[in-house]
């Protein structure tokens, strides 16, 4: 499996950007699909995930102005991200699970090699 991760950019403040991560080799739509980000001098953490199914779960940081989703037929993850923070600015990465669990621990099969996402304040 293959992900492609894409739409990142530079941003200001307030602005939206919309993430994409596309997926090869294989169908993902039983997977768990997920966002990550890591800023410069810190841990990665968990943004954003989403089941097969179509649940959802998000970083308290970013309740009510991210939004994940999925196009199966697209094979296809995105990151709806609105109001956009300076304590945004990091570098995105979408993760499959094959196990289906969507916490920040469960066992994250592959991974994109990441889009950065800069938002000026």
């Known amino acids: 499996v293959q992900l492609q991760a894409s739409g990142g950019g530079l941003v200001q403040a307030g602005g939206s950007l919309r993430l994409s991560c596309a997926a090869s080799?294989?169908?993902?739509?039983?997977?768990?699909m997920g966002w990550f980000r890591q800023a410069p001098g810190k841990q990665r953490e968990l943004v954003a995930g989403?089941?097969?199914?179509?649940?959802?779960n998000y970083a308290d940081s970013v309740k009510g102005r991210f939004t994940i989703s999925r196009n199966n037929a697209a094979n296809t993850v995105y990151l709806q991200m609105n109001s956009l923070k300076s304590e945004d600015t990091a570098v995105y990465y979408c993760?499959?699970?094959?196990?289906?669990?969507?916490?920040?621990?469960?066992?994250?099969?592959?991974w994109g090699q990441g889009t950065l996402v800069t938002v000026s304040s």
């Open positions: 080799g294989r169908s993902l739509r039983t997977y768990g």
């Open positions: 993760a499959s699970s094959s196990s289906g669990y969507i916490e920040n621990m469960a066992p994250w099969d592959y």
């Open positions: 989403i089941t097969s199914g179509g649940s959802t």
